[in-house]
């Protein structure tokens, strides 16, 4: 059996020019604190790809402070701040902010005071995209690097979180971006790398991987590619829509039509509630059957739960428990959306079957 990944919100498949730029830059040998020729390749390297995850994010003129991941980058952005920040936002950050922005039902967050607030760009379950305002203390912008075009100096955030494997990236490696004269204190402390924000040697091997994933991310969101993977994901929703009339499909509909130049989600994702159906039960269905898909955010250390975010939104917990996601990737095929159509309405009717 032939299986199907369909999870790429959770992490996508390492890219090529990752691989390579990972596997050359395991010969550098030397430290980039090192004052010798060793540790000045080992630094004008890191430098390189600083420079490049920059330049993809439209942030050559802000710092980019390399951190283990989008968690850690969380933390060093708002631990002390007494932020603000709503239910749907990832566990990441919301364990260092105050649950205290409305949300409504179509996953929309209303923000009051942006400097004292934060603001995903994009939900990593339902897709939904927000309007973030100028001004904004941090946003997340995970999800959608990589897959939409985005500009940090645009869009007024004062700080950012990005992560590498999100986007073709090796697992490990993220960042904190910072308008210049933004600052931080540092959580871990030592000889005073990354600008002073975060101590210890670096990741000399996840930085450029990190750096050669964006820089073709950002290549396939200027050719279109995501595109083609919007018209999947619209597939893939209009066949099960016509097996299950009942099933809802979080953030489809805000008040007008979505299209390609005005999208409400990100283009591949699509989260949808069939009430009675626990997700985690279609999860598992689903991965016999050869599917890979999810729940939910996939950053919880492995648990399901009714989801947070669609209890935020207004779903009872049965039926935010009811949830499923799929997230293509851009390798995914229309055969692929086709067999998981197939596969799914072939259990759902299973298990309409024993429901009655």
Not at 165 to 177: C, F
Not at 329 to 351: M, N, P, Q, S, Y
Request: hydrophobic fraction near 45%.
């Amino acid at each position: 059996m032939m299986r199907v990944y369909l999870d790429h919100n959770a992490t996508s498949p390492l890219r090529a020019e990752a691989r390579a730029a990972m596997i050359a830059a395991m010969d550098v040998v030397g430290n980039p604190s090192s004052v010798h020729a060793e540790g000045r390749a080992a630094k004008s390297l890191m430098e390189r790809a600083r420079a490049d995850v920059a330049e993809a994010l439209g942030a050559v003129e802000a710092d980019i402070v390399f951190t283990s991941g989008a968690t850690e980058a969380a933390g060093l952005a708002c631990a002390g701040r007494d932020l603000a920040g709503a239910a749907v936002e990832h566990d990441a950050v919301g364990a260092w902010v105050r649950d205290a922005l409305a949300v409504d039902a179509q996953g929309r967050v209303t923000v009051e005071d942006a400097g004292a607030s934060v603001l995903q760009l994009a939900n990593s379950e339902t897709g939904v995209i927000q309007n973030v305002p100028a001004g904004i203390a941090v946003c997340d912008m995970t999800q959608v690097f990589g897959k939409m075009p985005l500009d940090f100096m645009a869009s007024g955030a004062r700080m950012a979180l990005v992560s590498a494997h999100k986007l073709g990236g090796p697992k490990g490696i993220g960042a904190l971006v910072l308008r210049r004269g933004q600052e931080v204190p540092a959580q871990i402390k030592g000889g005073g790398q990354e600008m002073g924000r975060r101590s210890g040697t670096e990741n000399i091997i996840g930085m450029v991987g990190f750096a050669a994933a964006a820089k073709a991310a950002v290549r396939d969101v200027a050719e279109g590619r995501w595109d083609r993977v919007a018209e999947l994901r619209n597939i893939l929703e209009n066949g099960l829509e016509a097996a299950s009339k009942k099933t809802i499909f979080v953030g489809k509909d805000r008040g007008g039509a979505e299209s390609l130049s005005v999208p409400h989600r990100l283009p591949n994702t699509s989260c949808f509630v069939t009430p009675g159906w626990k997700g985690e039960t279609q999860v598992m269905q689903m991965d016999l059957a050869g599917f890979a898909v999810s729940a939910g955010s996939a950053c919880s250390s492995g648990k399901v739960r009714a989801s947070r975010v669609l209890t935020a939104m207004g779903f009872v917990p049965a039926d935010a428990a009811s949830a499923l996601r799929v997230s293509l990737g851009l390798e995914t095929t229309e055969d692929d959306v086709l067999r998981f159509i197939d596969a799914w309405t072939g259990k759902l009717r299973k298990h309409e079957a024993r429901a009655a």
